[in-house]
């Protein structure tokens, strides 16, 4: 793996850093450095133009190949995008899942009457998509899904509740995973379906968190329907695809998540400083212990990038490393501020780091608890055996 940057490399990187300064200092200047974990609240609407914005100029799906729209960019130069928008402070991006997800995964299991219907508008940022994975009974155990679709003629019609639904209230469209055929293993008959979430039979209500922020929602399908061709991989086909996209998840998107946690670390010091608690050891030491796991969680990242292999045992310890890192950062927040950090007005968008601190106590449920995530490095990448039912 050579992380060295070419010539090409740095003229590219002074190409995206004048996009960004340019486009930044304009209309969308409200939105520098919000809409990140735990503010994805805010300035909606000016950060879905933003998304148009990076669209109508080329800078969305830029390692997505040129036959689907994107910019088919090099790891390298991937890298030097992620790098540019976190140190611009670019806002927080609202296709995430159509993107990083849905995008890659039609990329790979759809076929060319869907690749050629839905990634246009995520190239676009006109559509924006959310995940329904999660049940109430099936979140770690995500094979127990409950939500079921039937066939009625040219539509399927699905029935069930979805929960974590992230930024679902501004999504046109849902990639569903649900029961199609009752009798068979579990594993074995769940199809992939896309379905749009503006019509009767979709239902959401916001999940309040500890942030009072409500960018999570429970979902509920009653009778909501979509056409018989939105199913992606074939029908009862559904779980490999759905593994698939959980593997793009832990690809370039990670490598968007250790840029975003080490600008939360820089702030964190720059409280230090401030604040004089810089001077303690304690505080040092554990600086320096997060900024080395940032390190490996890059390189991580760009190893499971790089790798020929479709999942590499890499990536099966990336949700379990990031998310426990990701908590430390907000505890050393905590005790940096001390009892000003008690002080929470989530009304102040200054009160960054508190929300830092609140949102990540989620990171080790949501996508994948601990437990399950060591059932799965245990099982699936050093083979032993499997947990006793």
């Known amino acids: ?31 520098r450095g919000r809409g990140g974990p735990g503010d994805e609240l805010v300035l909606v609407d000016e950060r879905m133009a933003w998304e148009r ?34 140190r611009a402070k670019a806002p927080g991006r609202v296709n995430h899942m159509g993107e990083t997800l849905l995008g890659p995964t039609l990329i790979a299991y759809g076929d060319a009457e869907q ?21 109430p009974d099936a979140g770690s155990d995500l094979a127990n899904i409950k939500t079921r679709a039937i066939l009625d003629g040219d539509q399927w019609v699905i029935d069930g509740q979805k929960v974590w639904t992230s930024l679902a209230q501004w999504a046109q469209w849902c990639f569903v995973l649900a029961r199609t055929n009752p009798d068979v293993p579990k594993h074995k008959g769940i199809s992939y379906l896309l379905v749009p979430m503006d019509q009767p039979g979709v239902e959401l209500r916001p999940i309040v968190q500890l942030s009072r922020d409500a960018e999570f929602n429970e979902t509920f399908f009653d009778g909501a329907r979509t056409d018989a061709a939105n199913v ?39 409280r230090a400083r401030g604040n004089g608690r810089i001077t303690d050891p304690s505080v040092r030491q554990r600086a320096v212990a997060l900024w080395s796991k940032l390190q490996i969680m890059r390189l991580n990242a760009l190893r499971v990038m790089s790798s020929s292999v479709d999942v590499p045992p890499a ?17 050393l927040a905590m005790d940096v501020l001390g009892p000003h950090g008690q002080l929470f007005d989530p009304d102040d968008h200054t009160a960054k780091l508190q929300r830092v ?28 055996p499997k947990e006793p039912k």
């Open 1 to 31: 793996m050579d992380l060295q940057f070419s010539a090409e490399d740095e003229a590219f990187r002074v190409e995206v850093r004048d996009f960004l300064e340019t486009s930044l200092a304009g209309e969308f200047a409200a939105a």
């Open 232 to 270: 992606v991989g074939g029908v009862d086909g559904g779980w490999t695809v759905a593994m698939g996209t959980l593997a793009f998840e832990r690809g370039v998107s990670t490598l968007g998540q250790n840029l975003h946690f080490g600008a939360e670390l820089d702030e964190v010091l720059e």
């Open 315 to 331: 990536a099966t310890i990336t949700k379990l490393f990031w998310a426990n890192l990701h908590q430390q950062i907000g505890e």
């Open 53 to 86: 914005h990076l669209g109508a100029n080329g800078w969305t799906c830029v390692g997505w190949p040129k036959e689907h729209g994107g910019r088919g960019l090099s790891l390298h130069q991937q890298v030097i995008f992620f790098e540019e928008y976190v």
């Open 357 to 384: 601190f609140l949102f990540s106590r989620s990171d080790t449920i949501y996508g994948g608890s601990d437990q399950v995530q060591r059932n799965i490095i245990g099982e699936r990448a050093l083979g032993l």
């Open 115 to 135: 690749q050629a219907r839905f990634l246009p508008p995520i190239v676009a940022g006109t559509e924006i998509w959310c995940q329904g994975y999660s049940e």
